[in-house]
């Protein structure tokens, strides 16, 4: 599969390091994203998150929404969320009637025992609906922090797992990263991945900009590290908590430091302070 199914413009190295990005939202996000929709270039990937209390045509809607705007539609599949088979079919085909969708990001979920017939997200892979939907591309996870309940060799295992199994079915993988604060452990995991032979493009994950309080209770969340030796190569003293903080530091850094074995490799965006401030900082951003 060709870089092209993952971004129209996909060129490496990019010109500029912010180049190609992508961006996530959630289905309340649409006012938002509409805001921000002058600020974002055509094609831009939009992940939609999956989260516990929303009803499908409300992710169906945003997608739509990201279709109009001019964007592409990555939906995300929450494997112990999903509720029964129909659910799950339900959603893939109405997405891709109603949005185009082409691709797809896969999660295992946070809750702890499935709501339906799905454990993980191989279960989902393995079902075959995705390329029967016609779905191009599929993003999975990339843990450069580890992952709280899975060792490191685990985690080397399943994404291989995942990989082989997506190539396999005739789609193309995209790694995305959860989000850092330390550009040393990220570009150490970059070069680890290259080594055991994985070449799938990386969208490596950056906290948009935000107040420091957000960004430490999102770190708390999601097991990102942020301790103060962290937070000080990210640009922040802990001595202060009552302003807001951008990721220059860390864009800069691998502005200067990505290379050639780190593979191809893009950036994607969590816009905790909002989608319209997180693209604003995006357009202004000079390496």
Not at 142 to 156: F, I, L, R, T, Y
Request: glycine share 10%; net charge neutral; hydrophobic share 45%.
């Amino acid at each position: 599969m060709s870089a092209p199914l993952i971004h129209p413009n996909w060129e490496f190295p990019p010109k500029k390091i912010t180049d190609g990005f992508s961006l996530e939202m959630t289905a309340k996000d649409g006012e938002s994203l509409k805001a921000a929709a002058a600020l974002v270039p055509a094609d831009t990937p939009i992940a939609i998150t999956f989260l516990p209390g929303e009803e499908a045509e409300a992710r169906v809607a945003a997608a739509r929404l990201v279709r109009q705007l001019g964007f592409e539609p990555m939906p995300h599949f929450s494997a112990r969320r999903i509720t029964s088979e129909d659910d799950f079919e339900g959603y893939i085909h109405a997405v891709v009637a109603q949005a185009g969708v082409q691709r797809c990001f896969i999660v295992a979920g946070d809750p702890p025992t499935p709501q339906g017939p799905y454990d993980d997200t191989t279960a989902l892979l393995t079902t075959g609906a995705f390329e029967r939907a016609g779905i191009k591309a599929i993003g999975i996870g990339g843990h450069p922090e580890g992952h709280p309940v899975m060792s490191a060799q685990q985690c080397w295992d399943v994404l291989d797992t995942k990989i082989t199994e997506i190539e396999r079915r005739g789609m193309a993988p995209l790694i995305v990263t959860q989000f850092s604060f330390d550009p040393d452990v990220v570009l150490d995991w970059l070069k680890a991945l290259r080594a055991r032979g994985i070449d799938a493009p990386v969208r490596i994950g950056i906290p948009g900009p935000a107040g420091i309080k957000r960004l430490l209770r999102f770190a708390a969340h999601c097991g990102v590290a942020s301790s103060t030796s962290v937070m000080k190569k990210y640009g922040v003293s802990m001595s202060n908590l009552l302003g807001s903080a951008g990721p220059e530091k860390l864009v800069a850094s691998f502005a200067v430091r990505l290379g050639d074995e780190h593979g191809k490799v893009r950036l994607h965006f969590y816009p905790f302070g909002g989608l319209e401030k997180t693209a604003a900082w995006i357009r202004d951003f000079v390496a």
